[in-house]
C-alpha cells in the first residue's frame, strides 16, 4: 500500500483507491449562489491523471462518489462511465449513494455500505459498521470523515489543509462487537477528494460521524497525521486548535 505525493489516493496491487468524489455538487454549488459547471469534470481529469500515471487498472472509490443523495444527475452518470471505460471501476456505497446500483447497466461494480476487501485491505465509506471480514484485515481505509487540520500561526491566522490519519485499534472495545478481528489493525482516514469538501477533525466542536468513531473502535485522539506531501505533522491530541 503507498500514499500517493500530493494526491488523496492510495495505490495498493494496481487500484487506485480515492474517496469523497461529490460529482454533481455543482447543483448544490448553484443553489447557494455560486457557479462551476466544470468541477466535476475537473476532478474527472485529476483522477484520470492520476490512472494514466500510476497505470493503476482498477479504480475504487470509497464512497459518496456523488453529491446528491436521492438521484445520479447526468454529469454524474456521464464522468462514471468515462472512468469506467479506463479501468475497472467499483464503488462502495456511502451515504450520498442512494440508487447507485442502477449504474450496474453500465459495467460498474457496486458494494455495500459495510465495505469491501482487496487483497487484504479493508476499504469501506465510514457511515456504517463495516463487515467482519474489513476487521480482519491488516489496515482497514474509511472515507466518509474528510479530514482536515485546522491550525492557528503566531499571527492569529488559521490554516486549514487536507491530512491524512492512521489510527490504532482499540481491543477492547472492538471485541464489544466484533468475535473475530485483527489485534493489530490500524485505520487510515483517506482525505476527500473533492477539494471544496473537507472537515477539521482536530476542533472539538467538529461531531465524528459513523459508528467506528462514536463506539471507539479506534483510539483517534492518538492518531498520527500526515500531510499529503507525506510530512509527519504529530498526534492529533497535540496539534493546537
Known amino acids: 500500500m503507498k500514499f500517493l505525493y500530493n494526491a488523496p489516493a492510495v495505490l495498493h496491487y494496481g487500484a487506485l483507491i480515492i474517496g469523497d468524489t461529490h460529482f454533481g455538487m455543482e447543483k448544490s454549488l448553484k443553489e447557494r449562489g455560486i457557479y462551476d459547471e466544470t468541477l466535476s469534470e475537473r476532478i474527472f481529469g485529476k483522477i484520470e491523471k492520476l490512472l494514466l500515471e500510476t ?21 454524474t452518470a ?5 472512468l469506467s471505460e479506463r479501468a475497472e471501476l467499483t464503488i462502495v456505497k456511502g451515504n ?73 485499534a482499540d481491543s477492547n472495545n472492538i471485541r464489544k462487537y466484533y468475535e473475530k478481528f485483527n489485534k493489530k489493525i490500524k485505520l487510515i482516514l483517506l482525505p476527500a477528494f473533492n477539494p471544496l469538501v473537507g472537515s477539521a477533525i482536530n476542533k472539538p466542536k467538529e461531531k465524528q460521524l459513523g459508528p467506528i468513531f462514536n463506539n471507539k473502535l479506534f483510539k483517534l485522539n ?20
Open 55 to 75: 497505470r493503476a487498472k482498477k479504480l475504487i472509490i470509497a464512497g459518496d462518489v456523488k453529491d446528491s443523495i436521492f438521484e445520479t444527475d447526468m454529469k
Open 78 to 82: 456521464d464522468v462514471l462511465k468515462k
Open 96 to 168: 450520498h449513494d442512494g440508487g447507485i446500483e442502477r449504474l450496474a447497466v453500465m459495467g460498474i461494480n457496486v458494494a455495500g455500505p459495510g465495505g469491501m476487501v482487496y487483497r487484504n485491505l479493508g476499504i469501506m465509506h465510514g457511515h456504517s459498521w463495516p463487515d467482519e471480514t474489513l476487521m480482519q484485515c491488516d489496515y482497514l481505509i474509511s472515507a466518509h470523515q474528510h479530514p482536515q487540520i485546522s491550525v492557528r500561526d503566531k499571527s492569529g491566522k488559521v490554516h486549514t489543509e487536507a491530512a491524512w490519519l492512521v489510527v490504532e
Open 222 to 241: 492518538d492518531a498520527i497525521v500526515f500531510r499529503l506531501d507525506g510530512s509527519l505533522i504529530e498526534k492529533l491530541k497535540n496539534i493546537k486548535k
